[in-house]
């Protein structure tokens, strides 16, 4: 998904919904869908602008940590070999 996409959406109950007019426009630029909440307010970025890597470095992180408390085989680094 580009950019542009994201532009004019937010995220509500477990789904990225975009604006039919248009004029919702996000806190910062994102990629990631869950970053960000719809409000009486408008859109909040729950993570407080932390870039996007941070962010997804943080639910993997969590991913692992559940996996492990359930006794299951955690994902694989998903940095790959950078990391």
């Avoid at 937010?10 to 975009?18: I, M, P």
């Avoid at 039919?20 to 993570?47: C, K, Q, W």
């Amino acid at each position: 998904m580009s950019d542009k996409l994201y532009t004019h959406a937010f995220y509500r109950g477990g789904q990225f919904v975009l604006s039919d007019s248009g004029d919702i426009e996000l806190p910062v630029a994102s990629a990631l869908g869950h970053r960000f909440e719809m409000t009486d307010d408008g859109v909040v970025d729950n993570y407080g602008g932390v870039e996007d890597d941070a962010v997804r470095l943080k639910d993997w992180e969590d991913v692992v940590a559940e996996a492990e408390a359930a006794g299951e085989e955690p994902p694989p680094d998903f940095r790959g070999s950078n990391a």
